[in-house]
């Protein structure tokens, strides 16, 4: 027996408890004490039944994750359940927290479930591109029905334990102390003569098989790319086709594929690295936090009303600024419409929708900022806006508030230097819509403060962002890599490949959509306003650069708001269609660069596009930029439509060789010219055979 778990017989009751904080995940540790401690109940004589519960936060949440992909001691998962189904007293566990994944799957093999009525269940394999593989595809939909066990095994939702106990999965919910209502429970099942409730017996039915192939094709739409969702389905309709056994082995078939592929590798780096992401280097765990009750967000725009309904969201106040009444009418307008439409859609209550809309107030005074903990400019991107919004906030705000930017390419040092505390000025850069995408770059400043950094990245935990810690450069990680991706995306434009083949390449690859289209959904208007004034200032901005989308702009094609870009779209339609007015525009373009069309195959124009992203990025750590290599793959993950099954540009570059990439890239520079110099670091990485991954910290 080890500490990891222990058994304590009380009043013939064997009570096992697992202790392996922080999630009591099934480490060798745990599954061996398990087995022997499941073992001794079963022999000792004066026991009568069973309780399993779990010390700390929570119930088991699955499989020890660090475990997987080194060699796995025994007893492995699926031979420990299969152990406990030859059990003959009645088991019951006792659910707190999240019984997740493997953790469920133990639950689903003990005869009984007693919840809190706050813990919740799940099986959420399939987030780390598996499935569960423990027996859990084919206990649940035995116990909960094909429709739910398909719900919750390809969408790895948690489901409450009211939901759960409707649908049978748990035998009772409880408030109160957890584990004597579970003993209370085990001693009447051995009261009434209960017989042994053994999923593994009963049989998994469905009305219409039809809803096998209907899942297929919904996840092979919403999940796109994704092998994992459509396995799933494989082994739930096993549940049905095959007795417990059969449907066990192709379980187990296919877990291990998955297990093996770069989709769930892609997909467990991310799992950790977005947790890593939240450790600032260099700043002691135990800096201390600013309190944060109230928020100011000066900008009632999209940006600004976007980023005002996260504060709202968790309760907190949160004051609009505007100088003109009008503009913060129509935020405020545009944050109701938002509550008014959960409230529509059935996911808010109109209480809540309420109590939300009570938090919002407005004004167009600073003065009236005085006592709020945390302000976020979001104002037009000038520096002479910025520089007197935070003068005035410098005059106006309590010493200690912070003062942040939500500014994406402007230097936060000089922002800082507008004030008379740039300790308490910091970067945070939200991605519209703000109150949907869940990157957050936290960016620091010279003389950000440590409390000021630990603040803002457990304020993005605290409204269910992922912060991510940026240096001051132009564009932070994200925007920055965007340029090498843009310019080839024109260049590829310049060697007369069409649009179309151009996303479709892109979108093949698993982004959420092409460089053209999300030019066009961003605006085509605004990147020429950039190149105009820096020609305006003199500086030397290659005639290639923009070569198309400034004529499509001059030609009144500014992007989807315009109703045509690089693509028309229909009135009301995001649809992008082929239009034969800008095949005319580049060949006018191409006439007046001399250029003529090449034939350039799809796997050259996705290597012209994502190695750009790639280079820019060892360049952005080189210079400290970014913290550690996981950190850009959570950026390019939750800002930038990365398919997730590539688990980043990083961790991509890792997968593909960074050899070979640099070999492709010498080939391009010898072609296409300097635009293709390669970035020291990515170079020496190369040559000494190591990855990205090597430089993790
Ligand atoms: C599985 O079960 C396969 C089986 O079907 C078949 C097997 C044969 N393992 O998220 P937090 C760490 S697959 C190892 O910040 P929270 C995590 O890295 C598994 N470590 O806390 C972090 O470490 P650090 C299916 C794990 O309160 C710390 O715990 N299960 C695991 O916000 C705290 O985590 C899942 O996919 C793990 N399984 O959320 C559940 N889980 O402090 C995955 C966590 O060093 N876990 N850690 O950064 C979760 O969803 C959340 O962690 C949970 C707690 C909801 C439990």
């Known amino acids: 027996m080890t500490s990891a778990v222990t058994m304590n017989i009380v009043d013939n009751i064997a009570v096992i408890e697992v202790d392996n904080p922080p999630v009591n995940a099934l480490s060798f540790a745990v599954r061996s004490g398990l087995q022997s401690c499941v073992r001794e109940a079963e022999q000792h004589q004066s026991v009568e039944a069973i309780v399993l519960s779990c010390r700390g936060k929570t119930f088991i949440a699955g499989a020890d994750i660090t475990e997987f992909g080194k060699p796995m001691q025994p007893p492995a998962l699926p031979d420990l359940l299969a ?25 689903l093999t003990c005869h009984y479930r007693v919840a809190l009525a706050s813990a919740k269940v799940g099986l959420p394999e399939v987030l780390l591109g598996l499935l569960p593989g423990a027996g859990g595809t084919q206990r649940l939909p035995r116990i909960a029905g094909v429709e739910l066990a398909l719900d919750m095994i390809t969408s790895g939702r948690k489901v409450s334990s009211t939901e759960a106990a409707k649908a049978g999965l748990v035998d009772k919910v409880v408030d109160g ?68 056994a059969e449907g066990c082995k192709k379980e187990r078939e296919l877990f291990l594929k998955l297990m093996t592929g770069t989709q769930s590798q892609a997909q467990r780096h991310l799992f950790f690295a977005e ?78 929708a309420d109590a939300s809309k009570a938090l919002l107030s407005g004004t167009d005074a600073y003065a009236e900022l005085d ?17 007197d919004v935070f003068t005035k906030l410098d005059k106006y705000c309590k010493p200690g508030a912070i003062l942040a930017s939500n500014t994406s390419t402007l230097n936060i040092d000089t922002i800082a230097s507008f004030t008379s505390r740039p300790e308490d000025v910091i970067g945070l850069h939200f991605f519209s819509p703000a109150n949907i995408m869940r990157l957050l770059e936290v960016v620091r400043g010279e ?14 935990k605290d409204i269910n ?19 090498g991706y843009g310019r080839e995306a024109g260049a590829l434009l310049l060697d007369g490949v069409a649009p179309v083949r151009i996303d479709k390449a892109l979108y093949d690859f698993g982004m959420a959509m092409g460089p ?10 605004v990147g020429y306003r950039v190149r105009k004034e820096r020609r ?63 034939d350039i195959s799809d796997e050259e124009i996705v290597k012209r596009l994502i190695y750009p992203l790639i280079n820019e990025a060892a360049l952005i750590l080189d210079e400290g930029i970014a913290q550690r290599p996981s950190d850009i793959d959570v950026v390019y993950i939750y800002g930038y439509g990365f398919p997730v099954y590539r688990g980043g540009p990083m961790f991509y570059a890792d997968t593909v060789g960074l050899k070979n990439i640099v070999a492709d890239m010498e080939d391009f520079k010898s072609r296409y010219g300097d635009d293709w110099e390669i970035a020291p670091l990515l170079k020496q990485l190369a040559e000494q055979g190591r990855k990205f991954a090597d430089l993790a910290k």
């Open 83 to 107: 152990d406990m189904d030859t059990i003959s007293k009645p088991i019951v566990a006792a659910l707190h927290g999240t019984a997740l994944g493997g953790g469920l799957e133990v639950a």
């Open 177 to 244: 102390d957890l584990l004597d209502n579970a003993i209370a429970f085990a001693k009447q099942v051995v009261a009434d003569g209960q017989p042994l409730k053994r999923i593994s017996d009963m049989t998994a039915t469905v009305s219409d098989p039809a809803v096998f192939d209907e899942y297929r094709a919904k996840l092979a739409k919403t999940r796109r790319g994704f092998d994992a969702p459509q396995y799933c389905v494989d082994v739930v309709q096993a549940a049905v086709e095959c007795d417990f």
């Open 275 to 352: 947790r890593q992401a939240g450790h600032v280097v260099g700043l002691d765990k135990a800096t201390p936090t600013r309190e944060v009750n109230s928020v100011a967000i000066i900008g009632a725009g999209t940006m600004g009303s976007g980023i005002a309904i996260n504060f709202l969201n968790k309760g907190m106040q949160v004051t609009l600024l505007e100088m003109s009444l009008e503009a913060l009418e129509r935020g405020i307008e545009h944050i109701y419409a938002y509550y008014d439409g959960q409230v529509n859609k059935g996911r808010i209550t109109q209480d809540q």
């Open 371 to 387: 006592s709020v903990d945390l302000v976020i400019e979001a104002v037009f991107e000038n520096m002479g806006v910025k520089k």
């Open 447 to 460: 003389k950000t403060a440590d409390d000021v950094m630990a603040t803002a990245m457990k304020l993005a």
């Open 465 to 483: 962002k992922i912060g991510v810690v940026s240096g001051v450069c132009d564009g932070f990680i994200g925007n920055r890599m965007l340029k």
């Open 516 to 525: 053209l289209t999300m030019g066009d959904l961003a605006g085509l208007d």
């Open 536 to 598: 305006e200032r003199g500086d030397d901005v290659p005639v290639t650069d923009g070569a198309i989308a400034d004529r499509l702009v001059e030609a009144g094609r500014l992007g989807q708001k315009a109703g045509k870009g690089y693509y028309h779209y229909e009135a009301g339609s995001r649809t992008p269609i082929p239009d034969p007015e800008v095949d005319e525009i580049i060949q006018q373009a191409m006439a007046a660069l001399n250029r003529t069309a090449k």
